[in-house]
């Protein structure tokens, strides 16, 4: 399973369609994928497991977010004072 994440995460291009969020404003799907992405580092490293399933997120929300809201979305989480429950 592992090899399959892989090779879908070398392929890919650019964030895929994401039901969740049918509208063309992507604001909430970056945020979403933003706290997905420290959610699963967090919980995977919690349990000593690898982290390189978190990539797909991070790549993602790199995808679709100015990067200086990642900017400052991870200077907040480093202060303890991110807005969002990670």
Not at 10 to 32: E, M
Not at 56 to 62: A, G, I, P
Not at 67 to 77: C, N, P, T, Y
Request: proline content about 6%; charged content about 25%.
């Amino acid at each position: 399973m592992a090899e399959n994440i892989q090779d879908k995460i070398k392929g890919y291009r650019t964030a895929p369609f994401d039901a969740r969020f049918p509208n063309t404003n992507q604001t909430r799907n970056c945020f979403q994928n933003y706290l997905d992405f420290h959610r699963c580092n967090k919980a995977l490293s919690a349990k000593d497991q690898d982290v390189s399933p978190c990539d797909w997120y991070q790549r993602v929300y790199k995808s679709l977010c100015p990067m200086s809201w990642v900017a400052k979305w991870d200077e907040q989480v480093e202060s303890g004072s991110f807005p969002g429950k990670i």
